[in-house]
Structure formats: C-alpha cells, structure tokens
C-alpha cells in the first residue's frame, strides 16, 4: 500500500494478557519507530530499527515490551502479562532515510493501534 | 536536543492565514526545525522542516529567525481540516549519541479553525 499500515486499530485486552501489533511499513523504507501515545500527549518513542536490527531500544519502558523486525519489512511489537498503564495509541512510523540527512527525521505514520487493557 | 516551547491552544477563522509560533532559544547550529500535526484519531503528519532558509511546500511556510531561536509555522488560507495539534521538534539529522533516533515531542499548540 502508499502508507504505513497498523493492525489492529483497537485491541482489548484483560490484564495479564498477551498482545501484538504489527505495522506494515511503507515499501523500501529501511527505517522504522514505534511510538506510544497516551491520551492528551505527545508521541513517546519506544524502538527504531534499521533494517533488521534495532538500532535504538532505549524507550522501551521494561522487559514486558519486546519488538521485531526480522526481514527488514513488517515489524511486530509485543507486550507481555499487560498492565493497565499499557493502555495507549501505539504509532508505527517508517523513513526512507538513513541518519545522515534531514529527511531521516520525515517520518510517515500510521494511524496506530489503540490499546486498553482492562 | 534542544526544548521547544509553543502555546497551548490558539484560533484561527477559515479563509485567513494561521500562523503558529515556536520558541527554541537552546538550538544548537545542526539542529533542524520539524513540524508535524496530528488530526483527531489520525496519526502525526509531517509538514515541512528548514535549517535557517525559509522554506514553503504545498502545505505550509517555515519562517526561522535569523538568530534561529524561534520560528513561526503559516497556514495562508486556513481551512477546518486544518484543525489539529501542530508539533514543534527541534532534531540534528545525525546522531551524536551513536543511533539515537528519537524524536521529542512536546505537547503541541492546538489549533482550531472556525467558519
């Protein structure tokens, strides 16, 4: 597709569950983010990968959050035994660009996946 | 990265100029401005980006100051799709901190466009 696709839109959850999203990013874009969003806020950055690796995991907020990348193409976050505070808008964003040129800060988004935990 | 500061909430009536302002008196010399929005239930869009130049794409103006410090954000012609929270982000395009990536979002100014 032209944009990057998230599934689901909505999840709802029981605390203690498991969850997946999955974002479908842009076509070729070798860079990808997950943010979080919580309700009257700005995005959060969680994980970027390049490529197949992520290159900078240092938003993840604990070890209950874990996320793949492992063709270089379709990235899945997981989030293990969710607490309530797990609840937000996760957004996926994917670049063209590496890190050596202004546009590797033009992200396009999706319209990320709601998350309650209840 | 440097701190951005923008006003919460602002108006705007449909068919005039919306001009949205941001204050980042700490930029450092290889730091971009960013700007992003983000429509109710949408996720963020970007909008255009400069270094000190003014810059102008099919959606908006960037005007920054000479000193760098600030910069304003122009819709011309405002119309209510335009309602939004628009984002300031200040953000070197190389990484100082080996593959740091993350962009810092603040709160972002409100805007509300009226018939």
């Known amino acids: 597709g032209a944009g990057v696709s998230q599934t689901p839109s909505n999840k709802v959850t029981e605390k203690g569950k498991y969850v997946e999203l999955r974002c479908d990013p842009i076509?070729?874009?070798?860079?990808l983010y997950w943010y979080r969003q919580s309700l009257g806020q700005g995005p959060e950055f969680l994980i970027y990968?390049?490529?197949?690796?992520?290159?900078?995991d240092s938003g993840l907020p604990n070890d209950r959050f874990f996320a793949v990348r492992p063709e270089g193409s379709v990235s899945t976050l997981k989030i293990q035994r969710t607490e309530r505070g797990d609840s937000a808008v996760y957004l996926c964003a994917s670049s063209a660009h590496g890190g050596e040129t202004s546009g590797a800060n033009v992200l396009t988004f999706g319209a990320g996946s709601r998350l309650t935990v209840l | 990265d440097a701190k951005t500061t923008q006003p919460t909430s602002m108006d705007c009536a449909e068919g005039r100029a919306a001009n949205l302002p941001c204050n980042h008196s700490?930029?450092?010399?290889?730091?971009?401005v960013y700007w992003y929005r983000q429509i109710h239930s949408q996720g963020p869009q970007y909008i255009i980006h400069g270094l000190k130049n003014n810059e102008t794409n099919e959606m908006a103006s960037l005007i920054i100051t000479e000193d760098r410090k600030s910069s304003t954000l122009i819709l011309p012609h405002a119309t209510l799709r335009d309602t939004a929270v628009y984002y300031c982000i200040v953000r070197a395009h190389f990484s100082n901190a080996g593959n740091n990536r993350k962009l810092i979002w603040g709160l972002g100014t409100s805007l509300a466009v009226n018939p």
């Open positions: 990968f390049q490529g197949t690796g992520a290159a900078d």
């Open positions: 700490t930029i450092s010399g290889n730091e971009y």
């Open positions: 076509s070729g874009h070798t860079a």
